[in-house]
């Protein structure tokens, strides 16, 4: 609608336009109203002026009709714009199954990014247009926020979480990506640019370049770098829980809740592992919060997920039962 108009950004992704039109929706609603009370304020001002020294006003005893048709109409067009508002906000916050996967930690005042095929970034993120592309975002130190206006996507990047921002790119181009929460010195600083290319571009660009190894790769050599493996056996004999076909499953806990072992959860259990034992097994496990960074937790966390057969749906619990003696470095499809 704006798209020419210089203050406005472009729409280069499959949500911007369904943002802004509950945006201009809004702003036509509140824009009418605005300008009937104005006029109306003037025009009753003049029509019922004091028109003698002496005149003085009768009462007036209030309308039912009246305050039911004032109340009833702007509550169906607030209840209008709060449906309409829940269904872009809903599905903003929803990534596709299936979309790809790139890692980004916010750090004063930089944004790294690290691809699933080794390639890195900082303050640049090439992205093939026509795909839903998802960001998993952690920080490194404070609050951070990814904003790309001409996608209409904006996201906090929050230390100790991890935050999910997904798009699909229409249009290959170069756009602006701001660091939308003040986070120190440097903050106006903390800029870069959105490259979405077509999708032979794309692979293209993946492949060339000083790649480094991909994170699983990284993922797994710190794994052994840092014991972990001497726990969390590939069998169930450790002295940790195994971690195999582990990602996305629920997980029994001593206190007798379960979670989902979700990024989120894999995070907490490398930095804090005492905040969840999983039942079964001994509180033993030290705390790696400040021997690994946002980016290395990224990669033991990528590591953990490949052990994990995609698609597999969730089972009710059973990270903890004995399991298939598995004697290959493979994750073995379990069988139900
Ligand atoms: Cu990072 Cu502002």
Request: proline content about 6%; aromatic content about 12%; charged content about 15%.
């Amino acid at each position: 609608m704006f798209t020419n108009f210089p203050l406005f950004p472009q729409q280069a992704s499959a949500q911007a336009g369904q943002v802004d039109a509950i945006y201009f929706f809004m702003v036509a609603v509140t824009a009418f109203f605005s300008i009937l009370i104005a006029g109306l304020v003037v025009f009753f001002a003049i029509k019922y002026r004091r028109r003698h020294r002496d005149e003085v006003g009768y009462a007036i005893h209030g309308s039912l009709a009246l305050e039911l048709l004032w109340t009833v109409i702007p509550f169906v067009i607030v209840m209008v714009m709060f449906a309409w508002g829940a269904k872009v906000f809903f599905e903003l916050y929803r990534p596709p199954v299936g979309a790809m996967e790139i890692y980004v930690v916010g750090k004063q005042w930089m944004w790294k990014v690290q691809h699933m095929d080794g390639q890195r970034e900082i303050n640049e993120l090439h992205i093939p247009v026509g795909r839903p592309v998802k960001l998993i975002m952690g920080s490194e130190d404070v609050l951070h926020s990814y904003f790309i206006p001409d996608f209409r996507v904006k996201a906090d990047v929050i230390p100790g979480r991890y935050n999910v921002l997904w798009f699909t790119a229409t249009k290959p181009g170069t756009y602006k990506l701001f660091c939308a929460e003040y986070c120190g010195t440097k903050h106006s600083g903390m800029v870069g640019n959105i490259i979405a290319m077509e999708p032979e571009a794309f692979q293209a660009w993946l492949g060339g370049g000083a790649a480094s190894e991909s994170p699983v790769a990284q993922g797994e050599k710190l794994f052994s770098d840092l014991s972990c493996n001497t726990c969390h056996m590939a069998d169930s004999q450790g002295r940790g829980p195994m971690l195999t076909n582990l990602f996305n499953k629920r997980v029994e806990l001593q206190n007798g809740q379960t979670v989902v072992a979700d990024e989120a959860y894999l995070r907490e259990s490398i930095v804090n592992p005492q905040a969840k034992i999983v039942a079964g097994f001994q509180p033993i496990m030290p705390t790696f919060q400040g021997l690994v960074s946002e980016e290395q937790l990224l990669q033991l966390i990528s590591y953990v997920k490949s052990l994990s057969t995609q698609g597999a749906a969730p089972a009710p619990s059973g990270t903890t039962a004995p399991q298939m003696p598995q004697a290959s470095d493979r994750p073995v499809v379990e069988k139900k």
